[in-house]
Structure formats: structure tokens, C-alpha cells
């Protein structure tokens, strides 16, 4: 590795100190709900033939929140969970933990924890429970598969389903045309945050979002929700390299997506306490930001010799917009 080579990544290794973990865990909560269906496809190859989809998915959020109480976890252990009710094709409901561990988690008592949530909740709301664990980590991190309890006359045997991001190899993940298998590569790169330069972690990203936009199988919102997810997720500090990303999403959509002005609106949305995602029925946002962000522009070529590239730069936009609104003031 060249000399700079390393004082990227050393940049990287000390930037990645000041993203706060909690962030992540959010990131990852949220993404795994607005996709949980294709979730549910990734975990189970029959979910189309065991799942009723159309009757809709309810997650339960404040039910869970009464059977895993704050003062049960570990400080230690980051973790994601959901409580969700899905319906059978039989007509039968069905509840769902899934326990995601973010990271390095490796807690001993692993197993024990998630056979003790499985039987509070089937006790408490007296619903069939299946359990799901997700390991996020390295290939150093403990991933137990099932409880078991052996007495003198007694036993007990908890299996439940796991996965872990490096269960399937990068090429099987983007050949599998489920956006959830994308979200398990933005994991999977996640991990080498601070260990390779920011110039090749960038570099994943746009493979992972070509290869969703290729599908042609996802409506425009799931795609930009998944984007800023993505440019969110694997976390580049450089605006240079962060513009570099902007542009190719631009260009491989044709300009229908500009992620510059997605970052607007979601850091509005978030302001005002509305950060669950671009929803429909925002466009009258979406069209105020954009407007914002072209008035600015329009000001910085009128008002300064400054090059495209820096105005971008400047605007932490992408070149391509900078040229549009160049290009529109020429012909007035």
C-alpha cells in the first residue's frame, strides 16, 4: 500500500470514531422495515408460498418494547430489533423477533437471551413466535444457532433461524435480484470502514446501487430510500469522493435522481421530525428544495469565476446540475 494509501485509511480509521453508532443501528432498523417483505423472501425461499403478503405487515414496536425492557440490554451489545405480525396463506397469524446484532456483538449468553424473548412474548400474548438472528459482524463473531439445556430428567432444545452477512459471497449477493441481499453488501462493506481508503470504499457503493437499478424492479422511492441509505451507511467523509457517487447516480438514472437535493430534503425531513424516508406526497418538498438549491447555484455563477467543479463542491451538489443552470441562464 502507498504512502498516502495508508494516511487515507489512517483518515478513515479516525473519522469512523466520530459517527455515532447509534446511527447505524437506526439506519439498519429502518431499512429492514421498509423492505421486510424481500426480507422475508431472503429468509425463507417458499415466503411467496407461505406468506400472505397482500394482508399487509404491522410491526410492533411498543409491544416489544414491554418484553425487552432497556434495563435488559447489555451496554455492551447493539442490537436492532423488530416484533412484527404477518399473516399465513393458511389464514394463520404469525408473530416474528427478528434480532439483528450490529457488529462485533458476541454476548456469551446469546442464545439464552433470544430463547427468553421467544417465550415472553408467546407468554405474554400466547401468539406462535418465530425467532430470526442477524450477525452483522466480522468473521471472528459468535453466531449461535440454538439454546439448549440438558437436566437430570429434563431438556430443552430452542432452534431458531440465523444468518450472518458472510454467509453468501459478494457475487451471490448481487445475482440474487432482492434488494435485501444489496442491504447485506452494505453491511458487508460497512465493515471496512477505516481498514481500506475512503477512494476504494467508495467504489462499493455504486456497484451495489447499479446493480438494484439494473433490476428494474424496484418503483423510484424504493430506490431513492435505499440510496440515501446506502451513501449513509457506508459513511465517506470526503465531499470530493461523496460528489464523485452523486454524478454516477445521476447519470446511470438520467437524471431523474439527485442526490445532492435528496440530501436536503432528508436532513428537512429530519429536522422536523419526520425522518422515516422520502414518502409519497412530498413533492411539493421535494420541488422547494430543488428551487433552493438552484437559486444558490445561480448566485455563485453570477457572483463569482468559480469553476464548475467547485461549485459543486461548494454547493455539495453534483457538476451536472451546475452545468443545467449554467446552461439555463445562457439562454435567457
Known amino acids: 500500500m502507498s504512502k498516502d494509501s495508508k494516511q487515507s485509511a489512517g483518515r478513515g480509521s479516525a473519522e469512523k470514531t466520530e459517527i455515532p453508532h447509534r446511527k447505524n443501528d437506526e439506519l439498519l432498523k429502518g431499512i429492514f422495515k421498509e423492505n421486510f417483505p424481500d426480507f422475508l423472501r431472503f ?23 414491554k418484553i425487552i425492557p432497556d434495563r435488559d440490554r447489555k451496554s455492551s451489545t447493539r442490537i436492532a430489533d423488530l416484533l412484527v405480525k404477518v399473516f399465513l396463506l393458511d389464514g394463520a397469524e404469525r408473530w416474528l423477533l427478528v434480532h439483528t446484532e450490529i457488529e462485533g456483538g458476541s454476548d456469551p449468553n446469546f442464545s439464552f437471551r433470544i430463547f427468553q424473548y421467544n417465550y415472553r412474548i408467546l407468554d405474554r400474548y400466547n401468539v406462535p413466535v418465530e425467532t430470526i438472528a442477524i450477525f452483522t459482524g466480522d468473521d471472528k463473531q459468535v453466531r449461535p444457532g440454538k439454546y439448549v439445556y440438558d437436566g437430570i430428567k429434563t431438556s430443552h432444545y430452542f432452534n ?22 444489496y442491504i447485506v453488501l452494505a453491511c458487508r462493506k460497512a465493515l471496512l470502514e477505516g481498514k481500506v481508503p ?3 470504499l467508495a467504489a462499493d457503493p455504486s456497484t451495489i446501487a447499479r446493480a438494484l437499478i439494473d433490476t428494474q424492479k424496484y418503483d423510484k422511492d424504493r430506490i431513492i430510500s435505499f440510496l440515501i441509505f446506502l451513501k449513509n451507511f457506508i ?17 446511470v438514472t438520467g437524471g ?46 453570477n457572483q463569482t469565476d468559480f469553476s464548475d467543479q467547485q461549485i459543486a463542491s461548494i454547493a455539495e451538489t453534483t457538476v451536472a446540475m451546475v452545468e443545467d443552470v449554467r446552461a439555463e441562464l445562457v439562454k435567457k
Open 235 to 251: 459513511f465517506i467523509r470526503d465531499n470530493e469522493i461523496n460528489s464523485i457517487f452523486d454524478t454516477y447516480i445521476y447519470e
Open 160 to 181: 431458531y433461524l440465523s444468518y450472518h452477512i458472510l454467509d453468501h459471497e459478494e457475487g451471490e449477493l448481487l445475482a440474487m435480484d432482492n434488494i435485501f441481499a
Open 43 to 65: 429468509m425463507y425461499a417458499e415466503a411467496d408460498q407461505l406468506f400472505d403478503f397482500p394482508k399487509g405487515i404491522t410491526f410492533l414496536d411498543k409491544e416489544l418494547l
Open 256 to 301: 431523474t435522481i439527485d442526490m445532492g437535493v435528496l440530501e436536503i430534503v432528508k436532513r428537512q425531513e429530519r429536522e422536523s421530525g419526520l425522518a422515516k424516508g422520502l414518502e409519497k406526497g412530498r413533492l411539493e418538498e421535494r420541488k422547494r428544495a430543488v428551487a433552493e438549491k438552484r437559486s444558490f447555484i445561480r448566485n455563485l455563477i
Open 198 to 200: 475512503e477512494e476504494e
